[in-house]
């Protein structure tokens, strides 16, 4: 029987991943927990406990007497964010990664951690589109450096220790459950939001700022699939490459004004339309999809479809 232990259960990945574990594993051996308050349905559906992944003594306790089989770390400070607090954002991605692949390294009972990466590896002289699992990354933030550089820790870890660690890059995550984080790609849940409350959007990046998306579904099932491989099977311990669709939020408004039509979008690009610049236009994803046999489900227009509805039913 697996424990499972989620560190960031109440981000915007963590809040749907946890429940898909759940769901999968039984309630009571998925242990969620941040240093927030998580949404109700996390805390009443299982285990949920206050922890500081910076507390490598807190947690290396937390793992040994959960008998934690699977570790998710999921805590990080995201783009926009990381660029107003650089040497803060570095401590916490770098050092709180550390701390759980020091976990695994010396508790016999952990057998998987999954750590997530970005899109935000690759930089301003990587390929734009279709950009390559393996490629040029000389990303210039903040967050990007710190996920390249823990993707080699990553490697390190797998090949000197055998922590057996798996990473996805994720593009821009799109997610109606919970409110965005700081993140260059928040516009793409913004937008929704703001449509369906004031029926206008003033939006941080140009209109035809050209990204990557996925939608929470389909990122939670790419993860799932990856940490069910067999290890002998797993070709990348840095992270895969995975895609959604890319779009523009001039796009993203058009398919928003199919269902309210008076929709009013402005752009006023701000630092992160630099940040934006430097990222893919669109990702081959190959690896992923014929390593774990899995693919992507959802386009824009579904995408916006199920936002809207959801969106209208939450506020």
Not at 20 to 48: C, M, Q
Not at 141 to 152: C, P, Q
Not at 184 to 203: G, L, P, S
């Amino acid at each position: 029987m697996e424990k499972i232990l989620i560190i960031g259960a109440a981000g915007q990945i963590g809040s749907e991943l946890t429940m898909e574990l759940r769901r999968i594993h039984g309630n009571e051996n998925v242990f969620a927990t941040d240093i927030k308050d998580a949404p109700y349905y996390i805390r009443e559906s299982g285990p949920f406990q206050f922890l500081d992944v910076m507390d490598d003594r807190h947690l290396i306790h937390f793992v040994i007497r959960n008998k934690i089989t699977q570790i998710y770390h999921l805590a990080a400070v995201l783009s926009g964010n990381a660029e107003k607090l650089p040497l803060q954002a570095w401590s916490i991605n770098m050092n709180s990664l550390m701390n759980v692949l020091e976990v695994a390294k010396m508790v016999e009972d952990v057998k998987k951690v999954f750590w997530p990466s970005s899109i935000a590896v690759f930089g301003p002289s990587t390929p734009k589109e279709n950009t390559p699992q393996i490629t040029i990354k000389e990303p210039n933030t903040v967050y990007g450096i710190s996920k390249l550089a823990g993707e080699r820790w990553c490697d390190y870890y797998f090949n000197q220790y055998g922590v057996d660690v798996r990473s996805i890059r994720y593009p821009g995550l799109i997610s109606y459950k919970t409110e965005p984080g700081g993140g260059t790609t928040d516009f793409a849940v913004e937008i929704y939001y703001e449509a369906i409350k004031n029926k206008k959007y003033t939006c941080f990046l140009g209109k035809n700022t050209r990204l990557p998306l996925m939608f929470m579904p389909d990122a939670v099932a790419a993860t799932i699939a990856l940490m069910e491989t067999p290890q002998d099977e797993i070709y990348f311990h840095t992270g895969y490459n995975i895609a959604g669709f890319s779009s523009t939020p001039g796009e993203m408004a058009d398919s928003i004004r199919k269902y309210i039509p008076e929709f009013e979008i402005t752009y006023v690009p701000d630092f992160r339309q630099e940040i934006a610049d430097s990222w893919p236009d669109s990702i081959d994803d190959h690896y992923a999809r014929s390593n774990d046999h899995w693919s992507s489900k959802y386009d824009l227009e579904q995408t916006t479809k199920i936002m809207i509805e959801e969106i209208r039913k939450k506020i």
